[in-house]
């Protein structure tokens, strides 16, 4: 059974920092696309950053650049996504994605997997 895990979330003040993991188990994820995706209330799930299987190719949605970097371990499995200067409109419940069976890399109907979600909230 594949499971995607993920961690890491909390409350943390603004221009703090925090770091998602998102541990895959069942099967390996090494030649696949992974990503990262987030809802806020009352908000569709919108794409946050994507890394391809050689980590070479990173896009990321504008309102993150800069300050979020997606990066992979192939050997751990593991998908990490490292936020700093967080804002307060970065508060939601982010999302690990896994195994892009499409070409769109930023929409969330086109991955296989999901995991459970881990809740992000950025005070002021």
């Known amino acids: 059974q594949v499971q995607l895990v993920e961690s890491g979330g909390g409350l943390v003040q603004a221009g703090g920092s925090l770091r998602l993991s998102c541990a895959a188990s069942?099967?390996?994820?090494?030649?696949?696309?992974m990503a990262w995706f987030r809802q806020a209330p009352g908000k569709e799930r919108e794409f946050v950053a994507a890394?391809?299987?050689?980590?070479?190719?990173?896009p990321y949605t504008d309102s993150v650049k800069g300050r979020f970097t997606i990066s992979r371990d192939n050997a751990k499995n593991t998908v990490y996504l490292q936020m700093n200067s967080l804002k307060p409109e970065d508060t939601a419940v982010y999302y690990c994605?896994?195994?892009?069976?499409?070409?769109?890399?930023?929409?969330?109907?086109?991955?296989?997997?999901w995991g459970q979600g881990t809740q992000v909230t950025v005070s002021s």
């Open positions: 890394i391809s299987w050689s980590g070479v190719s990173t």
């Open positions: 994605a896994a195994d892009l069976v499409g070409n769109n890399y930023a929409s969330s109907s086109q991955y296989a997997y």
């Open positions: 069942g099967r390996t994820f090494s030649g696949s696309v």
